[in-house]
């Protein structure tokens, strides 16, 4: 039964009427035009609908949105600030990590939850981070190679 749930999603309160086990995936489709998380399989194992939950990587197919009060969201939408994108989301393009792009705003957004438990993860810790997110392209060597890029320039911000 649709009930009020208020969620904050890019630091921004929204009230939304809905079933409190509807999958927040399609609330923030839906209801808040953003688009950015994708819907893949709906079993929460490609990861293109990955969010931020409480700043931990999560699928947004699988968590039921009255499971996500108080705790803050962030979607790809959210990440760019004052016009410029997160280190993360420029590495992609400056490393070409991507090419149908699908599953890039997944891979983007479980990459800032890795760097922010991990600033220098290697390379293969990356790839193991990366493993529920599937790039049916081939671009994993780039996308590795972004990770990567995006820690060095997080760490020269934070001198």
Do not use: W
């Not at 931990?56 to 790809?76: E, M, Y």
């Not at 400056?94 to 390379?123: E, K």
């Amino acid at each position: 039964m649709p009930t009020v749930i208020e969620i904050e999603v890019n630091g921004k309160r929204y009230p939304v009427q809905y079933d409190p086990e509807t999958p927040l995936l399609y609330v923030l489709r839906d209801e808040l035009g953003l688009t950015g998380s994708k819907y893949g399989c709906g079993e929460g194992q490609c990861g293109s609908c990955t969010v931020l939950l409480g700043g931990q990587p999560r699928r947004s197919c699988q968590i039921p949105v009255g499971a996500t009060v108080g705790k803050p969201i962030t979607t790809i939408e959210g990440l760019e600030k004052d016009g410029r994108l997160h280190p993360v989301q420029q590495a992609f393009i400056d490393s070409g990590a991507f090419q149908c792009a699908y599953c890039t705003p997944g891979m983007i957004m479980s990459s800032v939850g890795l760097l922010q438990s991990d600033a220098n993860p290697s390379p293969a810790e990356i790839v193991q981070f990366l493993q529920g997110n599937i790039c049916r392209c081939g671009a994993h060597p780039r996308i590795v190679e972004a990770v990567q890029r995006a820690a060095k320039i997080m760490q020269e911000r934070a001198r």
